[in-house]
């Protein structure tokens, strides 16, 4: 993809089989130093909550996980390491699948709202904020991925259209014409932080 604001081009999605509760995480290259930092990351966010891994299971890249340095992460956590085997995507088709839902529903925010591509990486954390928010047959009862890892309903009240018109206020030590100057900048809204709900990413 075209590199973005923060350089970024590329992503990588770990995804809970049980739950299907999905985190991306946004890569400048697919070094094993980088991919092995980012899996760290999320090993840590998911121990602190109080779940353990299993299993690891993903494409055989040999660039990104078949070596060394991630191998070593694994193993010193007793992680069963599960590759599919050469050019067989489709036998780790979970990830497969949500790689293409969530492009697709970036892309289709990204359309609606003109956004600059600049700003993919905000699409696709918006689209996977969503995505674990929204109902999946994958699910009993076509609960949402966040009901089935958190056991309650997630709060929607605070969604807002991507892209849409935002203002940010400003202090009255930065306003630069105190009687008439402007009180607030306009803005775009590009998405969330993390599960809070009165935080936006502006």
């Known amino acids: 993809m075209k590199h973005s604001n923060s350089g970024a081009q590329y992503y990588i999605i770990y995804i809970d089989d049980c739950t299907r509760y999905t985190e991306v995480y946004f890569l400048v290259t697919k070094s094993a130093e980088e991919i092995s930092a980012k899996f760290w990351h999320y090993q840590a966010r998911v121990e602190a909550q109080g779940f353990h891994f299993k299993r690891f299971r993903s494409d055989n890249g040999s660039g990104e996980y078949s070596n060394s340095m991630f191998l070593g992460i694994l193993g010193e956590k007793g992680i069963t390491y599960e590759p599919s085997p050469p050019y067989t995507q489709h036998k780790d088709g979970t990830a497969e699948r949500m790689i293409q ?87 775009m809204m590009l998405g969330y932080v993390h599960n809070t709900t009165k935080i936006l990413r502006i």
Request: overall charge positive; aromatic content about 10%.
């Open 101 to 187: 839902t969530l492009n697709t529903k970036a892309r289709s925010m990204m359309w609606d709202a003109n956004v600059p591509i600049q700003f993919w990486p905000e699409a696709i954390r918006t689209a996977c904020y969503l995505h674990r928010r929204s109902p999946t047959s994958s699910l009993s009862a076509n609960r949402s991925p966040y009901e089935a890892l958190y056991g309650s309903v997630p709060q929607i009240g605070h969604l807002r259209q991507f892209g849409c018109r935002a203002y940010i206020h400003i202090p009255p030590v930065q306003r630069t014409e105190k009687k008439f100057g402007n009180r607030s900048n306009m803005c």
